[in-house]
């Protein structure tokens, strides 16, 4: 029988394997999970009852992660260095996953052993204006270009993708409250996720890994002086795409009791005092500016 720990392994599996049709995604390294050795094909269907549910939280958050950060990143594209085609859509093949979780990959995620497949789409997007459907099998026109039909089981759609920071967000199974990003793509801890409150909560955090990205450390900037710029440069990211800043730092402000030990254990943040109160004077610079804010005054709040 599968044991509740070898489902959560194997459902983070299914959940960490990215597009590998996007460059970025070639390049992303989910963090590694042991694979869970009671899975096997033969083993009845009724005893993956926990990890579906697993499964689905997993989604679930991955799902949500998408649907913020696609937000942020088509918001701020004029600002990335490097931008992609972006219309919504996350597919995957059963190659995608190891030999082990194949199985489990066939019967939740409703793929088979050839072509590719739709994961999930975000809502309000293109591929969701064109009314696409998880598990639609895509005969052909992968990865996403302007102009090109995508060729679905039910027929051809012309899709008008956005253009989008090349700068993708994945869901990693950790029970630690953290963050991160290597310059290429940002990891978010499922611990983090759940607990980061509303949409904005979550863009606040997506969205200062952003920053660490479209503005990397300047030399002689020391640690703490980089996270609170950060902290600045997130809250215009998220005002360029509509969201409420004002509100994340109230609720912010609310949780820094709650935070206050272990942010005091960091190496590299500073106590969150001074950052509350870095964040809410960049909170009333960012207020004074226009309510689309141009390229050329982003990231200008020093």
Same mark, same amino acid.
């Given at each position: 029988?599968?044991?509740?720990?070898?489902?959560?392994?194997?459902?983070?599996?299914?959940?960490?394997?990215?597009?590998?049709?996007?460059?970025?995604?070639?390049?992303?390294?989910?963090?590694?999970?042991?694979?869970?050795? =009671?899975?096997?094909?033969?083993?009845?269907?009724?005893?993956?009852?926990?990890?579906?549910?697993?499964?689905?939280?997993?989604?679930?958050?991955?799902?949500?992660?998408?649907?913020?950060?696609?937000? $942020?990143?088509?918001?701020?594209?004029?600002?990335?260095?490097?931008?992609? $085609?972006?219309?919504?859509?996350?597919?995957?093949?059963?190659?995608?996953?190891?030999?082990?979780? &194949?199985?489990?990959?066939?019967?939740?995620? &409703?793929?088979?052993? =050839?072509?590719?497949?739709?994961?999930?789409?975000?809502?309000?997007?293109?591929?969701?204006?064109?009314?696409?459907?998880?598990?639609?099998?895509?005969?052909?026109?992968?990865?996403?270009?302007?102009?090109?039909?995508?060729?679905?089981?039910?027929?051809?759609?012309?899709?008008?993708?956005?253009?989008?920071?090349?700068?993708?967000?994945?869901?990693?199974?950790?029970?630690?409250?953290?963050?991160?990003?290597?310059?290429?793509?940002?990891?978010?801890?499922?611990?983090?996720?759940?607990?980061?409150?509303?949409?904005?909560?979550?863009?606040?955090?997506?969205?200062?890994?952003?920053?660490?990205?479209?503005?990397?450390?300047?030399?002689?900037?020391?640690?703490?002086?980089?996270?609170? &710029?950060?902290?600045?440069?997130?809250?215009? $990211?998220?005002?360029?795409?509509?969201?409420?800043?004002?509100?994340?730092?109230?609720?912010?402000?609310?949780?820094?009791?709650?935070?206050?030990?272990?942010?005091?254990?960091?190496?590299?943040?500073?106590?969150?005092?001074?950052?509350?109160?870095?964040?809410?004077?960049?909170?009333?610079?960012?207020?004074?500016?226009?309510?689309?804010?141009?390229?050329? =005054?982003?990231? =200008?709040?020093?």
């Amino acid at each position: 029988m599968l044991r509740k720990t070898s489902a959560v392994a194997a459902a983070t599996l299914l959940c960490a394997c990215v597009d590998a049709a996007s460059p970025e995604a070639q390049a992303a390294s989910p963090a590694p999970i042991p694979t869970p050795v =009671e899975t096997t094909a033969e083993a009845p269907v009724d005893n993956y009852a926990s990890f579906g549910a697993v499964l689905q939280r997993h989604q679930d958050m991955a799902a949500r992660v998408a649907r913020i950060s696609r937000r $942020l990143r088509v918001a701020n594209a004029p600002l990335c260095a490097v931008t992609r $085609l972006d219309a919504g859509l996350s597919t995957h093949r059963l190659s995608d996953y190891p030999v082990p979780i &194949q199985p489990l990959a066939e019967h939740f995620m &409703q793929i088979t052993g =050839e072509g590719r497949f739709v994961r999930f789409v975000v809502p309000g997007s293109p591929a969701d204006d064109a009314d696409i459907q998880r598990g639609e099998r895509i005969a052909s026109g992968w990865p996403i270009r302007d102009g090109e039909p995508l060729v679905l089981g039910d027929g051809a759609v012309t899709l008008e993708p956005d253009t989008a920071c090349a700068i993708p967000a994945f869901v990693v199974q950790s029970d630690t409250l953290n963050a991160s990003t290597d310059g290429r793509e940002i990891d978010l801890s499922s611990a983090l996720v759940e607990q980061a409150g509303d949409d904005s909560g979550l863009a606040f955090v997506i969205a200062h890994e952003m920053a660490h990205v479209i503005r990397p450390p300047v030399e002689g900037m020391s640690r703490w002086d980089v996270e609170l &710029q950060a902290d600045a440069d997130a809250l215009v $990211l998220m005002r360029n795409a509509g969201f409420d800043i004002d509100g994340t730092v109230r609720v912010w402000a609310a949780g820094v009791e709650l935070h206050r030990d272990s942010q005091a254990l960091s190496l590299t943040h500073p106590p969150v005092d001074i950052r509350l109160q870095a964040l809410r004077r960049a909170l009333s610079e960012t207020q004074r500016r226009s309510s689309l804010v141009r390229a050329d =005054e982003v990231m =200008e709040l020093e």
